[in-house]
């Protein structure tokens, strides 16, 4: 053992990814497709590409992991229409854990 140190280093590692591959993965809540069935079951309509309503959607949720309120935020990130709703949509479908 002592002139290979490599091949416990190495067995450790398939180790590793053998039980990472067995570990149960939880279901994700949701997606971006969902928060924009969300969003358009709203009945508003935000005049952005559904790209752009995504990326908006992700910021708003890191805005609230940082502790910032996204209504509060530079208008340049987010629509003057629907912001409520975009909010709300984001929450529920992309960040749920920042609900309470």
Known sequence: MRGFPHRSGIGIAVAAIGFAWL???APAHADDESYLDKLRATGVVIPLPAGSL????HVVCDFLH??????????RYFP?????QLIQAA???L???TLA
Do not use: F, I, K, Y
């Open 23 to 25: 570990a149960p993965v």
């Open 54 to 57: 995504v990326q908006r959607g």
């Open 66 to 75: 940082r502790g910032l309120r996204p209504e509060n935020e530079e208008s």
């Open 80 to 84: 003057t229409v629907g912001m409520p």
């Open 91 to 93: 929450q529920s479908e």
């Open 95 to 97: 960040c749920p854990d």
